[in-house]
C-alpha cells in the first residue's frame, strides 16, 4: 500500500486529552530544536504488552519539502489533519510561551501504526526523521550525524530504507547516503572492495541488507559482488524452492524487483552445470554415451532383434575410457564407474540414488510409535553443503582409483580437475563475474522508486548455444545458426564466458582433460 496516496487515513492528531495525559510522562527528542510540530508514535506489539510510545520534536517545513507523504498528510487543503495542524500552529504562535511548558503544546500528528513501521522500529524512524530535517541542524550538529550515518549498522539503514520507501520518501535519503559516501557498516571500505572468502563467512541477513542497500544507492559493483556471494552461499529460504514469503516481511528476505529470482536462477545454472560434468563422466564410464554408429545402428535394427541388436552395436562402438587399452579394459572401467558412485553419493553427496518407484509423499510409518529414534524418515541422506565452494573443494578431493599397477592414471580424477579448475575460476574471481550488476538509467537516477534493470540469464538458454571444454577454459562456443563458426576470441569478457558456460544446452567435456 502506498500510504502517500491517503495519509489522512494513516495519520491523524492526537486529541487534547491525550496530549495532558502524557505531557509529563513521554520526553520529547528533539531532532530539530526550533520545530514546529511532534510527531508521536505509538507501536502496538501484540494484546498482551502495552503499547510503546516515543514522541519527537521536528521541522513540519523540512517534512513536507523532503517527504511526498508528509506534504499531503499536513496540506490543509487536501486532509483534515492539515487543516487542524494549521488551525493548533497558528493559535501556538499567538500563545506559546518562553519555558519547556511551550514544547508540550505544539501540535501533535500521530505517524501511523502499520505493519511497515512496526517491523521498521523506532530507531527506523528517528533516523529516517533526522534526515528529513537535517537542513535544520547547524553545522557542527549536521557534521557529526552525517559521521555517524556514514558508519551506520546496514540493518538500521535497510530499516530505515524500507520505512522511506513504504512513506513514498525515498529520494532524500538516497541523496544523503550517496552524499556521504555509506560504508555499509565498515570503517574500512577496502573489506567490501572484492569478491573474497570473508564475504562467504558474513551472515545470510548481512548480506542481503548490503545487496537491498547498494541497489537502492545504484551502487553496481557491490551489488554484483554481493549477490555474487548470495549466489555461492546460498539461501536457507531457498531449501525448499523459490517461493515468496508468506507473511510480510522486510524486503532484503525476499530481494525486490525479481532480484531474489535472478539469484536464485543463477545458482541454479552453476549447480546444474557441477551435475552436468558429474553425470558426463558417469555416462562415458558406464557406456552410457550413444555414439553416431550405435545410434545409426539402432535407427535400423529389426523388430525381432531389438535387443540383442541394439546391445551388440552399443558394445561394439563404445570406447573404453581404460588408458592401457588392455584386455580388462571393460573391468577397469566398471571399478572406475563404482568407486565414482561411492565417492559421488557417500562423500561429496552431491548425487542420490534413490528409487524411481516410491512416491516421495508417501509415508509407510506415519506414527511417532513406529519410527526408530534415530532413524530418519527419508532415505535421502544429507546433502551436500550449500556453499558451491564447499561442494567444488569436496569434489577435487577425489582420489586417483586405479583397478591395479597396470592401470594408474585410468580414473576420473585428471580428467575431472580441469573442468573443474573451470568452473571455480568463474566462481572465486573477486569481481563477482556472476553476481548481478543493475544497468542504471538516468530514469532510475532521478527516481529511486523506478525499479532497475539488469540481464536475465535465462534469455542465453533461448539461444540453445554448445559449449567446448579444453585446458580448464571456455575454449569454443557454437550456436544452431553458425554450428562450424567459433564465437570464443582472446578479446571475449570473462563474464561472457562465464553465462555461456553456465547456460549452455549442451557442454562438451570430453577434451576438459586433454593431454
Not at 98 to 118: E, G, I, K, M, Y
Not at 362 to 374: E, K, L, R, V
Request: charged residues 25%; hydrophobic residues 35%.
Amino acid at each position: 500500500m502506498n500510504l502517500a496516496k491517503n495519509p489522512g487515513h494513516q495519520g491523524g492528531l492526537s486529541g487534547q486529552n491525550d496530549l495532558q495525559e502524557h505531557n509529563e510522562k513521554l520526553p520529547i527528542r528533539v531532532i530539530s530544536p526550533n520545530g514546529d510540530l511532534i510527531l508521536e508514535y505509538i507501536a502496538l506489539r501484540d494484546s498482551s504488552s502495552s503499547p510503546t510510545r516515543r514522541k519527537w520534536q521536528v521541522a513540519s517545513e523540512r517534512l513536507t519539502s523532503q517527504s511526498p507523504y508528509f506534504q499531503a498528510l499536513l496540506d490543509p487543503t487536501k486532509f483534515s489533519e492539515g487543516r487542524q495542524f494549521s488551525a493548533q500552529k497558528q493559535a501556538w504562535n499567538e500563545t506559546q510561551i518562553a519555558d519547556s511548558a511551550s514544547q508540550h503544546a505544539l501540535p501533535t500528528v500521530r505517524l501511523p501504526s502499520v505493519h511497515s513501521t512496526n517491523m521498521c522500529g523506532e530507531d527506523a524512524i528517528e533516523l529516517f526523521l533526522k534526515i528529513l530535517c537535517v537542513d535544520s541542524f547547524d553545522e557542527t550538529e549536521r557534521t557529526v550525524f552525517e559521521n555517524e550515518l556514514k558508519t551506520q549498522s546496514t540493518s538500521l539503514v535497510a530499516r530505515m530504507i524500507d520505512l522511506a520507501d513504504s512513506l513514498n520518501s525515498p529520494r532524500a535519503v538516497q541523496d544523503i547516503l550517496q552524499r556521504i559516501g555509506y560504508l555499509y557498516g565498515k570503517s574500512k571500505p577496502a573489506l567490501l572492495a572484492r569478491f573474497n572468502a570473508a564475504l562467504l563467512s558474513m551472515k545470510e541477513d548481512r548480506i542481503r541488507q548490503i545487496i537491498f542497500i547498494s541497489a537502492f544507492l545504484n551502487d553496481s559493483r557491490l551489488t554484483r559482488i554481493m549477490t555474487h556471494a548470495l549466489l555461492v552461499v546460498g539461501s536457507r529460504f531457498w531449501i525448499n524452492g523459490l517461493d515468496s514469503p508468506e507473511e510480510e516481511s522486510m524486503r532484503w528476505r525476499h530481494l525486490p524487483n525479481g532480484l531474489e529470482e535472478e539469484i536464485y536462477c543463477r545458482r541454479q545454472y552453476v549447480l546444474n552445470t557441477i551435475t552436468d560434468l558429474q553425470a558426463h563422466f558417469l555416462r562415458v564410464y558406464g557406456g552410457l554415451e550413444e555414439t553416431d554408429s550405435a545410434r545409426s545402428a539402432a535407427n535400423h535394427r529389426t523388430l525381432g532383434a531389438a535387443f540383442t541388436a541394439s546391445a551388440h552395436a552399443l558394445f561394439q562402438s563404445r570406447q573404453f575410457q581404460c588408458r592401457g587399452g588392455f584386455n580388462n579394459a571393460s573391468q577397469c572401467d566398471l571399478f572406475q564407474l563404482g568407486q565414482m558412485v561411492r565417492f559421488f553419493s557417500m562423500r561429496a553427496r552431491t548425487i542420490f540414488l534413490g528409487s524411481t518407484l516410491i512416491d516421495p509423499d508417501f509415508d509407510s510409518a506415519p506414527n511417532d510409535c513406529d519410527h526408530i529414534t534415530g532413524e530418519s524418515r527419508n532415505d535421502q541422506p544429507p546433502g551436500p553443503p550449500s556453499d558451491i565452494t564447499a561442494v567444488i573443494a569436496s569434489i577435487k578431493q577425489y582420489p586417483d582409483y586405479a583397478i591395479d599397477e597396470a592401470h594408474t592414471g585410468c580414473g576420473v580424477r585428471r580428467r575431472i580437475m580441469p573442468a573443474l579448475e573451470c568452473i571455480e575460476k568463474f566462481v572465486w574471481d573477486d569481481r563477482g563475474l556472476l553476481g548481478i550488476a543493475p544497468v542504471v538509467s538516468d530514469i532510475a537516477v532521478s527516481d529511486p522508486s523506478r525499479p532497475l534493470k539488469w540481464t536475465l540469464w535465462a534469455d542465453f538458454t533461448r539461444k540453445k548455444h554448445t559449449v567446448d571444454i579444453a585446458f580448464a577454459r571456455v575454449a569454443a562456443v557454437y550456436y544452431p545458426s553458425a554450428p562450424s563458426k567459433n564465437q570464443v576470441t582472446r578479446s571475449t569478457p570473462q563474464e561472457e564466458l562465464g553465462r555461456l558456460l553456465f547456460t549452455a544446452a549442451r557442454r562438451d567435456w570430453s577434451a576438459a582433460g586433454s593431454g
